[in-house]
Every structure is written in C-alpha cells, then in structure tokens.
C-alpha cells in the first residue's frame, strides 16, 4: 500500500481503493447481504412492509419442503418435495455435464497441448474461439434446430440408417445436457489445455522409452500433473451449469425442471422477490458447499485453480 | 508415437472442430431457406426474405441498440475498475491479497441469477428507503450493467494482472527521480504497458455483455437486449428471422477472426525476420 501511494501519489491510490471498493462492497456484497435479509421476510403487499406482520421467519425457506411427488428410482418408490427433486436433479445433472465435458475435452486438450504443430495451435484456438464468441442463447437454439423431431439430426441418421424411425431427443433432461456440453465444454478445454501444455515433453517420452502403456502414460503422468486445469474447468462447467437459465428453457422437455427456473418462477411470475431470494440463497450456498466438497474429496486447493 | 493413434488423434480433432462448426452452420443455413418454421430439411428454396423481415422488425432493432449502449457502458466500467483492482491486487501482499484476491475471483462462480436478484434487491430497497422515484434506483438496463460489471470486471482484472506480471516497477522509479509526476508515471508509464490487456479487457467484457441472460432476466424491467428478445422469440412464435441476425452476428465474429489472424501472421513474419535461433 505505501509503495502505491509512493508511485502513484495520495490522490491517485485514493481513486484505486475507492473503485475497489466500489466493486466489491457497492456491487458485490452489500447485494449479497440484502438478498440474505430479505430471503427471511414475508411476502407482504406493499403497505404492510415495515409493519407488525413484517418479522423474520424461516418460512421462504420451508417453502423448499411443500408439495410432494411421488418418485421411483432403481425400483423404491418414496415421496419427496418437488423443489428438493429439482434441486437434486439440477445437481446430479451438472454433474454428469461436468464430466461428459471433461471426457470430451481431454482428448483435444492433449491433441493441441502435444500432438498438433505448435505452428497450426493459434489457428486451432481461432477456429474453437469462434463458437465461444456466438451468444449462448444462438447455441442453445442452433441445437433446438438440430434435435427437433423433424430436424436435421433426425433425417441424417435416418438417411444414413442407422435408426428406422425419427427419435424424440428434447425429453426429460436429455436436451438439456446436450445443450449444456455444447455450450460450456470450452470452459473446460482451455483450462486442462494450459495444464497439459506446461507439461515437459521429455517427461512422456521417458515413460515411452521405459514401455509404458499409452493409458498408463495419461494416468501417471499426464492426467496428475493437469489436475489443477481439470478442477478449475470442472468448477467453471459445474457452477455454469447448474446456474444456467437460458438452456433448461430453450431445450427443456415438459418434464424437465431446472432449479434455476423454479427461483425465476418465483421472481418474475409469483413476484415473490423474498421466496426467490431464499431459493437463490439456498442455490448459491448448496453450489458452493457441494464444489468445497468435491475439492476436498479430490484433494484440490483453492489456490491451484486460481493459477 | 503410433501412426494408428497419430491418424486416431487427428481424426478425433476434426471430429471435435466439426462438433462445434455444425451447429453454426445449420443455424446460418435455415436462415437460407423459405421456409415458415426454422429448419434445413425440408429445403424449400433459397429466399433472402428472412433478412428483409428482420430489417423490417422494430423491437429486435431496438433490443440490438439497447444491447450495444449495455455492452458500452459494461466494457467501459469493468475496464476501470478491473485495472483498478489489478493495480492493487499487484501492490499488496500477504492475507489481505489472499482474501480481496478471493473475493474477486468468487464473483466470476457466483450464479447469474444471484447476482440478478440481490443487485436488483437492494437497489429497488435504497430507492424504497429514500422514498424516491429516481432511475437508478427502479428496475431498468442500468441495473443490468452494474449487475454485469460485478462479475465481468473480474475477467478483466484476471488480464491486466497477467499483463502486470511482465512490467518493469523500475521504469517507474527511473520517471519519479527524473521528476515525473504521479499523474504522469501513471499516464505515460503505467498505462501504456498494460493497453494491449486493457484492449483485450474490453473486447471480452462487451462479448460477455451481449451474451448475458440471466443477470438482465432479473434486472431488465421492461426493457429488451438482444438476448433477452431472442428468448422470447424462441420461446413464442419462432420465424427463421433470428437465424437471420444469427448469420449476422457469426459473420462478423468470423470477419474480427479473419483479420486477427491475418495481423498475427504478419507480426509473426515480421518476428521471424532477424533470425534469432
């Protein structure tokens, strides 16, 4: 700090803290703060806001647990509250995302990293930056097109025979996670990229000239050292995914429900800002309670994705 | 390596860049085709008339300038504060780095949805509390850019920090004993080596503005960007019209590629000209 305002001078080191401060209280945590308070008020009209009826209770909260479905995995049929259904499926399937995304980004990560002419790499990341570029919304839509039930995808592989009759792709949460692979997977490719890149060459070749299976030379050497690419992507993909709003409603089915689109329900359709507060609460807290978790299962550090 | 598994890899990423061209492509080719619903098969005959409705549609061209005002102000906000922050995230050290540091980063993981509701919370809450029917403090695209700048001056400030990383503190020294000013160590010396970040800061901060969705969902009011429009359209009564203005927009992403490309080849020429090794 004194060697800022030994370079830069009082007035200019004032200027930086003040927009520092700024972003992260003004824009950052001050709205966090307000969205906690009011998660623990009522929904009221607006001339009884302030008044005896307006008191904190966890009510928004015990929302989560109204209203139960009657579900039947592996075979047990038990009862549970819709939104928790939801909130669980939202997780299990950003997770599957996650990983898909990861099975189909590796292999392409190394391809650059090792296999490709460090001469054709920038021209690579050009071609792959394009899709980046082009809104979420035209990519979830471009694959609305592709998957309709008389659409393309459909009438190739009946072309080609692989299937006798057009299949229905957009049900349950099938659409969903193509969608959302297809939108976040290079939030996983550049990460393991610049992991698998700092690799030494020589390190790979050694393990050849030693008779290493190519499997084994990924899983001992290759994968452990990208480890820190593959959490950050991971917790990029995860985290994007389970907050995604626009793919669960451009591909969602009737029978799929995102969580993101239970706390917009409430927000804009119930005007119910303080229940919509809690449920964003809720996502916001069980997302990063969940992504600490798995980093503590996987043995990752904060401070490794953060490179 | 084996020529198999050589042969194998090269066809994986071919298969991969196809995976990702595709969509794009399929996307642009309804736009093509005179058809009502958005879709190249059936193939009913070349039309441009997609193009002429959508010149012709009032809302999508007010949503497209509402997004470019958005994007403007959001890449200029973020640009401050992000070099701002990065200036000082490089000047502190110790705990303090490590927590401001943490902060900063958390907010690129933070769901859009959150942000787009507390933003939009305590805002409507102060404008309540003064009692007051002032702009700022009522649901509009002003919100969304401050919504948006909460997360995207993080992007920002993750590149002028890398760029930081390369710059010579002793530069500055050597202006403040020749008697620079502050003002001007920072105008004509500081500055000036973190630009190529800065402009980097910028095009991604306005890139991320067009595609923001779920921040300006919740804060938009009545107001529509172009996001936002074409959800609804997608949503409603779709016409190949969006395809349209997604011809639009890839062709100019693929025209600034082109031309990015083309000025990297030709400063790589001009690098490889003195031969160095």
């Known amino acids: 700090m004194q060697d800022l305002i030994r370079r830069y001078g009082a007035g200019l080191t004032a200027i930086i803290c003040l927009l520092v401060f700024f972003w992260l209280a003004i824009l950052v945590v001050v709205p966090n703060i307000t969205l906690f308070e009011s998660s623990f008020r009522p929904y009221l009209p607006v001339t009884e806001i302030g008044g005896p009826k307006d008191v904190y209770s966890l009510d928004n909260y015990l929302k989560v647990f109204s209203g139960q479905v009657e579900v039947s995995p592996l075979g047990f049929t038990f009862l549970i509250p819709v939104h928790v259904l939801t909130f669980f ?35 690579l990341l050009l071609l792959i930056f394009v899709p980046l570029w082009v809104s979420e919304v035209l990519r979830a839509f471009a694959w609305w097109i592709i998957l309709a039930f008389k659409g393309p995808l459909n009438s190739l592989l009946l072309a080609l025979g692989l299937i006798d009759a057009p299949v229905r792709w957009i049900t349950g949460y099938d659409a969903v996670v193509i969608g959302l692979i297809y939108t976040y997977v290079l939030f996983m490719l550049f990460p393991v990229y610049n992991a698998v890149s700092s690799l030494d060459t020589n390190q790979i070749e050694a393990a050849e000239d030693l008779g290493a299976p190519w499997w084994k030379i990924h899983w001992r050497i290759v994968l452990p050292h990208a480890k820190p690419g593959v959490a950050s992507g991971s917790v990029m993909v995860f985290m994007l995914s389970a907050g995604s709003l626009l793919v669960p409603s451009i591909l969602g089915s009737t029978t799929s429900q995102w969580f993101t689109q239970t706390i917009n329900q409430w927000f804009n359709d119930a005007l119910d800002w303080n229940t919509a507060s809690a449920y964003a609460f809720i996502l916001l807290f069980l997302c990063t309670v969940f992504v600490a978790l798995a980093m503590w299962a996987f043995k990752v550090k904060l401070s490794d994705i953060a490179k | ?84 922050s990065a200036i000082l995230i490089n000047s502190i050290s110790g705990r303090v780095r490590t927590m401001v540091y943490g902060l900063m980063i958390s907010t690129i993981l933070i769901p859009g949805v959150v942000i787009g509701i507390s933003t939009m919370l305590l805002w409507t809450k102060v ?151």
């Open chain 1, 89 to 123: 499926l939202t997780i299990w399937y950003s997770v599957v995302v996650t990983f898909l995304c990861f099975l189909i980004a590796y292999p392409m990560a190394y391809y650059m990293a090792k296999v490709a002419k460090p001469s054709s790499v920038p021209t």
């Open chain 2, 1 to 84: 390596m084996h020529r198999i598994r050589l042969t194998l890899s090269h066809l994986y990423a071919t298969l991969f860049l196809i995976y990702l061209i595709a969509p794009l492509l399929v996307m642009s080719g309804a736009a093509f085709n005179d058809s009502k619903l958005p879709s190249i098969v059936p193939w009913k005959g070349w039309t441009l008339r997609w193009f002429s409705e959508m010149a012709a549609d009032d809302r999508m061209m007010l949503a497209f300038v509402n997004t470019l005002w958005v994007a403007a102000a959001v890449a200029l906000l973020s640009v401050i504060v992000g070099t701002a």
């Open chain 2, 127 to 277: 404008g309540n509390a003064l009692d007051t029917d002032f702009f700022l403090f009522r649901a509009g695209l002003h919100l969304s850019v401050l919504g948006q700048v909460s997360y995207i001056a993080a992007m920002v400030m993750l590149l002028v920090l890398a760029r930081l990383q390369s710059f010579d503190a002793g530069l500055e020294e050597a202006a403040l004993d020749l008697g620079a000013s502050h003002a001007q160590v920072m105008r004509r010396i500081l500055l000036p080596h973190l630009y190529p970040a800065i402009g980097a800061g910028a095009a991604v901060a306005f890139f991320q503005s067009i595609e923001n969705y779920n921040v300006t969902q919740f804060t938009r009011g009545g107001a529509d960007t172009l996001t936002v429009y074409v959800f609804s359209k997608v949503r409603s009564g779709i016409t190949p019209t969006i395809n349209a203005l997604a011809v639009i927009m890839i062709s100019v992403t693929i025209l600034a590629a082109i031309l990015y490309e083309i000025r990297r080849r030709r400063q790589e020429r001009l690098m490889a000209a003195p031969p160095e090794d």
